[in-house]
Nanobody, 119 residues
Framework: QVRLVESGGGLAQAGGSLRLSCVASGVTFNNYTMGWFRQAPGKEREFVACVSVRGYVQKYADSVRGRFTISGDTAQDMVNLQMNSLGPEDTAVYYC????????????WGQGTQVTVSS
């Protein structure tokens, strides 16, 4: 059974930072691209970032490029998302996902973790 479990969400002030983590189980981590999506209230779920198998290639949404950094830890079957220079527009539920690069249609999803940024 595949499980993706997110952690690290919470409340931050504008300009602050948060770090999200996602631990994968039931999958061979090195066979998948891992990434993050987010869904703000009243909006569709959108792609945030992904990292290819073994971390060779990273892809970011334009809205987060230069502020967010994705990294994979194959030893712990974990993918992290370091979020800096946060703004209220980053408030959303963040979902971990796994599938094929560039993660247009993920095979697996986590339950999500809330990120709230106050102005």
């Amino acid at each position: 059974q595949v499980r993706l479990v997110e952690s690290g969400g919470g409340l931050a002030q504008a300009g602050g930072s948060l770090r999200l983590s996602c631990v994968a189980s039931g999958v061979t981590f090195n066979n998948y691209t891992m990434g993050w999506f987010r869904q703000a209230p009243g909006k569709e779920r959108e792609f945030v970032a992904c990292v290819s198998v073994r971390g060779y290639v990273q892809k970011y949404a334009d809205s987060v490029r230069g502020r967010f950094t994705i990294s994979g830890d194959t030893a712990q079957d974990m993918v992290n998302l370091q979020m800096n220079s946060l703004g209220p527009e980053d408030t959303a539920v963040y979902y971990c996902a796994a599938g094929e690069f560039p993660l247009r249609d993920p095979n697996y999803w986590g339950q999500g973790t809330q990120v709230t940024v106050s102005s």
